[in-house]
Every structure is written in C-alpha cells, then in structure tokens.
C-alpha cells in the first residue's frame, strides 16, 4: 500500500460505513489509521488506535464505562437499553464493583481448578465425536459447545434448557455494531425479552434451592457478600445475561481464531506438535493477533489531553484493541504470528478494573480446546473456505468447514 493510499483510508474511515473487504483485513485500515491519524475523528468522538493511548483510556478513572447517555439514542426505551445499561462491563462503580466481586468470588484459581476436570471430559467427547465424523464444521460442531456448557454449568442451567443460549447471546451482542438494522434491533430487543423470562423463572427456582455459592455464580449473585450487598432483580437478571455473552462470544472466537490460525501457518502448528507446552504463550499470541472483541468504547466525565488532542467532557473514544494489539511500538513485527511470543502484553480483554472478570477461565478454555483438538487430529486440514462473522466489534467465524 502506499503511502497515498494509507492517507487515503485514514481520512475516509467511518465505523459506521464499512466495505466489505475490511471484515477480510480490518488490519491494514487499521495500520494506516495507527500511522496517519491515530486519534481519528468520527461522528461523536474519536476513533483510536495506538497501544499507549488505549491503554491509558484503560487506567484513566476520567473515561466512563457507563453508556447510558451513548446507548439512549440508538436503542430508546426498549429491552436491549435496559441490559447494555445494566450489565457489569458498561457500568463504573459503584455498580461495577459489587457484582464483579461476587463474579470474581466464584471465579478464583481454586474454583477453575475444579472446572477444569468438567472441561477435559467435555473436550474429549466433543474431539471424538469430530472425529468419528470424518468431515465437521470446526465452529458448530465444536468452538461453539465449550462456552455455553462452561456457562450453563457454573449457573448451573438444567443442560435440556441450554437450547436457546446461544441465539439469544448472538441477538443481543450483535446489537452492539455501530449500526444496525431494524430486523437486528428487534431480533435483539426478542431475545432480551425471552432470556429475562427464563431467568425470572431459574432464579425463582433457584432462591427456593439454593446451591453451593463456591460453584454455583447465580445463588453467589442471589445472596450477594458477606457484608449483605445484594444486586437487585433487575442487576441480577442482567447481569446473568451478560455472564452468558462475554463467557460464549470472546470464547468461540478464541478457540475458532487459534484453530484457523494454526491451520493456515504450518510453521506455527508444527512448532506446537513438537512443544505441546506452548500452548499457553500461543492462547495470548491468538488473543493480540485475532483478538476476539475488537473494539471497545469510553466517555469522557471532564476534560482531557490525549496526545495532540483535547477531548472535551462527554466526548465517545473508540478503543480499537484490534489495532492497538498490532502496534509496532509495543510488539516487535506485529503482522507476523509467533506462537512463542513473549514478552506478549495484549489487551484483548482490556485493562485495570475493567479488565475481563473471566478472562482466566477464557485461557483455560482456550488452552485445552485447542491444545486438545490439534494434538488428537494431527491430520486435521481446511475442507473448504471459512465463512467469517462479518461484524467490526467481534472477530470470528460462523464456519469452519474441516475434516480428518
């Protein structure tokens, strides 16, 4: 590309008028953006795209995560404003605080320790059934499985009423896009809707049995701390809804990412075959490379310098994490994947106290999903070509096409 062409892309980029190659590669606008016009200007905000500057968003308490202000406009008084509002990642304390530690309570490394024996049957009897099939589709018949069981056990879902998880969590978070359809904002508002009615029913089932609170997450957001902080229905209900959707979204695409990553770089896989050990550092290197959420979003409760650039008190920034977990100055030979990288500070799962309360069960996932699934198909190879998700905020596939 040139260096007019760069120019070029970085001064016509909007978010919300995207081509259809840039779901292919985001990355290369992404670089132009990065070297051009870091701090880029959009509708209501700036667009930015440096490592250090969305990592200073991160740390900086003046960049609100509420979004109540930025969310009116677009979804109204419906269903879906009700739970982007009033989940844990698009609040700030003291909100944010409360249920985030009653998550974190069920989430320690002795709690995942018990979780990983659960992971390991589930990963083997998924990886036999793939393999007895001969040809499968690496997305429907496996990535998408691991999440929603994971999710469904730690709120201990009865397994027969798993069935419409996975709808509901892709409605609602494809209502996040920059901009979306009338079909997507009533499919959205639908599957809010259905998923706070099953739940009001769980919870009440639940409230009337209530489980082991060092493994069970909902009677832990039921009952609340110690100290008798509880959440009320309406934070519970929701923020039950987004355990599901962080845990299910960032988790596919991570287990689709790597697996594809590793199929299209044959060095990459052969250096894994030879040292199953990597398979930690390679978890971080499918994050930074093909990070699963790509986009993040602050406001500003006062004024602010960022870089050359003074943002003014309720401006929107735009974290590309995507392009920030691409940046040369913080990653030596970004576009190059190393599954041995280290050191390797990807922000995929953000930063500071809004970094990803499950993020450790998300490696966990990522770790044996993977590392499992290509240690027992060493002959697995691409029968096709992959259907890509074709959404800017999120990085996957909807099919894999493989076979054995």
Known sequence: MT???????????????????????????YAALRAHDPVHAIEGGFFLTRYDDC?????????????????????????????????LVFNDPPL????????????TPRHLKRLEHDLDI????????????????????????IPVEIIGNLLEVPKAERGPLRAWSTAILSALEPTIT????????????????????????????????????????????????QLSESELLQNCIFLLNAGHETTTNLIGNGIWLLLS????????????????????EFLRFESPVQLNNRRTTETVDLGDVTLAPGTSVTLCIAAANRDATA????????????????????????????????RLEGRIAIGKLMAALPDLTLDGTPERDRRARFRGFKKIPAKT
């Open 55 to 87: 990592l200073a968003v991160y740390r900086d308490r003046r960049f609100s995560s509420d979004k109540k202000q930025e969310f009116a406009p677009k979804f109204g008084d419906s269903p879906l404003f009700d739970h982007h509002t009033t989940s």
């Open 331 to 362: 990653f030596p030979d970004p576009d190059r994947l190393d599954i041995a990288r280290k050191p390797n500070f990807q922000i995929a799962f953000g930063h500071s106290i809004h970094a990803c309360a499950g993020m450790n069960l998300a």
């Open 122 to 145: 589930l990963v083997d009897e998924l990886v036999a059934d793939v393999r007895g099939r001969g040809q499968f589709d690496l997305i429907e018949d496996f990535a998408v499985h």
């Open 182 to 229: 009338a079909e997507q904002f009533a499919t959205g508002n639908r599957a809010v809707t259905e998923f706070v009615d099953y739940l009001k029913v769980l919870v009440a089932e639940r409230r009337k049995n209530i489980g082991d609170p060092d493994t069970d997450v909902l009677s832990r957001l039921i009952l609340g701390e110690h100290d008798g902080e």
């Open 3 to 29: 260096v007019t062409d760069a120019l070029e892309l970085a001064k016509t980029f909007d978010p919300r008028h995207l081509s259809p190659q840039f779901y292919d590669d985001p990355y290369s606008v």
């Open 96 to 107: 944010h605080t409360r249920v985030r530690k009653i998550i974190m309570g069920a989430l």
């Open 265 to 284: 770089h044959g060095d990459e896989r052969r250096k894994l075959a030879t040292n199953p050990a990597l398979i930690n550092s390679a978890v971080e």
